[in-house]
């Protein structure tokens, strides 16, 4: 899909989304995903709070990728985020 919409679309890519197993199979392991927005000059990846994981961000973040979660409303939740070095955290409210 991701090769349709450049296709269509001649724009910059700098963000992808990360839905693990559920995107196409030539991205669809974290090491296939960050290869692919390495070779495609993708500086960051996007994922529910569903798809976070401590593990995830470390890989992602030592390829140079920036990390943008969302949608976390619980505080506690956050600072874990922020200690395991997400980078941007969306959130509607903190409580």
Do not use: P
């Amino acid at each position: 899909m991701i090769k349709e919409e450049k296709e269509l679309y001649n724009f910059k890519l700098i963000n992808l989304y990360w839905s693990g197993e559920k995107l196409e199979e030539d991205i669809n392991t974290k090491e296939k995903f960050a290869q692919y927005c390495i070779e495609n000059n993708i500086t960051s990846l996007s994922m529910s709070t569903a798809n976070y994981s401590e593990e995830l961000v470390r890989y992602m973040k030592e390829q140079d990728l920036i990390v943008y979660v969302f949608t976390e409303n619980d505080i506690n939740k956050v600072k874990d985020m922020l200690i395991s070095h997400v980078d941007i955290i969306g959130t509607d409210f903190l409580i």
